[in-house]
């Protein structure tokens, strides 16, 4: 028998659940959280618009998100103002809504803090029966929104803004692929699309606004980072390749109006002075060493850790080399070091977050995938019809560390998934070299990373002397689906 067919009959669907109990999650629901969820399911909750809850259906709503997506979380609209600013609208799912607080739905997403996407399976942090049900935005149906607003200016700043309830509606369902690939002008429109000029008209509009705020988060010293992320794919059951997802200028639309909106909410609920939890990417962790990566390139940074300095290096080297920016790209991110949730009290100074380059930054958009986004969501309500805050400060103080905890767990379930995903696809390449990167260097092993196609395996034979961002040439020498093992052993000297 084959390594391949060998590796094929691993079942990664049970391996994945073992995975998530071993870092802490629950992967099912208690019975209490069933009931719950039968009792929705019974008595559906009332959408309707009333003195404090505007009706805005009737605005060309739209959504794009992966192609597999049923959790959707928030749609989008823009008009052009008679100065010619763009208004962006972000109406974002009311998840409190069907998931009170401390309700057993609740207890589950406060614990689990994160829906976790394995590449096997989805690990929902909510019954999917709302997440991908009653408080998913799915096409033709009326859902209860958080609407953020806020105008773009010529140059992308941000003008004037609000945050209120409403009905919404959203008319198109839609996906980065397909989107992304129309409007850089490689392909048709997507069905949906080439049957409305309306909704040509206002995905172009809306990508006007995406790309003026991004280039003024990149003048601000936002970080210009390309993925590295692949994902699996399966024929007949069985996972026979990896494809590196890419970005496409539907994805960055939508990650700069998230960026947008979860600044206009921070800088609300400060301006309100609320408590809050923030997310921030701390200076990063080895500026040493991307000072040293830089000077690779005939680039000299500064000392201390500057954002603008660092995006404008990755800009010119984006330029300059753009098959091999993947490479440079993964070796910041590693060591800049992960994120994390933190309590902001009211009139603390912002800790900012590196790598967006914005001072005002919260999590709000992802209601149905993160706690976080839940309890913002609750901070607004409250703040709408001026209660007092569901939460103390230490009780936000602890939902920021679990958040930050749970961020990790999950980060790990993901990685050990993947590594049993890509020792699957490899197993029948043994004895092949490739190209690679390294990627880390712990008291464990040091890891490096190949691009075609994107896996990461541990060095076993020929690690001594490398650092993360060394380029090398490997051979693959053996592979552990079961385990998820792939070892590499160097073949020719680092390329510093």
């Not at 990149?218 to 993925?227: K, M, N, Q, T, V």
Request: aromatic content about 6%; proline content about 4%; some cysteine.
């Amino acid at each position: 028998m084959s390594h391949f067919n060998r590796a094929s009959r691993v079942d990664l669907s049970t391996i994945a659940n073992q995975i998530m109990i071993e870092h802490g999650f629950e992967p099912e629901f208690s019975p209490e959280v069933r009931q719950e969820v039968e009792a929705l399911a019974a008595i559906p909750p009332r959408v309707a618009s009333n003195g404090e809850i505007r009706d805005l259906r009737g605005l060309l709503w739209s959504s794009i998100d992966n192609d597999t997506s049923r959790d959707l979380d928030q749609i989008e609209f823009a008009q052009r103002l008679p100065d010619g600013t763009i208004k962006v609208l972000v109406g974002i799912a009311d998840v409190d809504t069907c998931a009170a607080k401390d309700t057993a739905i609740d207890l589950h997403a406060a614990k689990e803090t994160t829906t976790v996407y394995t590449g096997v399976l989805v690990f929902p942090m909510l019954p999917e029966e709302l997440s991908t049900g009653v408080t998913s935005l799915l096409e033709n149906e009326d859902r209860l929104g958080i609407v953020i607003e806020f105008v773009v200016n010529g140059d992308g700043h941000i003008g004037a803004s609000d945050i209120y309830r409403a009905v919404i509606r959203n008319k198109a369902q839609l996906t980065y692929n397909a989107v992304g690939t129309w409007l850089e002008g490689n392909a048709d429109a997507p069905a949906k699309v080439a049957a409305s000029s309306e909704l040509q008209q206002q995905l172009r509009l809306q990508d006007e606004a995406a790309q003026a705020l991004k280039l003024e988060r990149y003048r601000h010293g936002a970080l210009d980072i390309e993925s590295t992320e692949a994902r699996p794919v399966v024929d007949d059951g069985h996972i026979v390749d990896l494809v590196k997802e890419e970005r496409t200028r539907a994805s960055e639309l939508i990650e700069d109006f998230m960026i947008a909106a979860n600044e206009v909410v921070a800088r609300t609920l400060e301006a309100k002075k609320v408590s809050s939890i923030r997310r921030v990417v701390k200076t990063p962790k080895r500026w040493d060493r991307i000072v040293e990566l830089a000077a690779r390139h005939d680039e000299k940074l500064p000392a201390t850790p500057d954002s603008k300095a660092l995006s404008d290096f990755l800009t010119r080297r984006k330029a300059a080399d753009p098959d091999h920016f993947a490479d440079l790209s993964l070796a910041v991110i590693k060591l800049m070091g992960p994120g994390e949730y933190v309590l902001e009290r009211a009139g603390d100074p912002p800790q900012g977050h590196f790598g967006l380059a914005v001072e005002d930054y919260t999590h709000s958009t992802a209601p149905n995938r993160r706690f976080a986004d839940l309890v913002t969501q609750r901070l607004l309500k409250a703040m709408f019809t001026n209660q007092s805050s569901p939460y103390s400060d230490d009780a936000l103080a602890e939902v920021a560390r679990n958040c930050t905890v749970k961020q990790d767990q999950a980060r790990k379930v993901e990685r050990e998934l993947s590594k049993r995903i890509a020792a699957t696809v490899m197993s029948h390449r043994i004895g092949e070299e490739f190209d690679a990167i390294v990627s880390g260097v712990t008291a464990h092993g040091t890891y490096v990373r190949i691009l075609k196609p994107h896996v990461e395996g541990m060095l076993a034979q020929g690690q001594q002397g490398v650092d993360v961002g060394d380029k090398l040439r490997v051979k693959l020498i053996s592979t552990d689906p079961q385990r998820g093992y792939i070892d590499f052993a160097r073949t020719q000297p680092a390329g510093k």
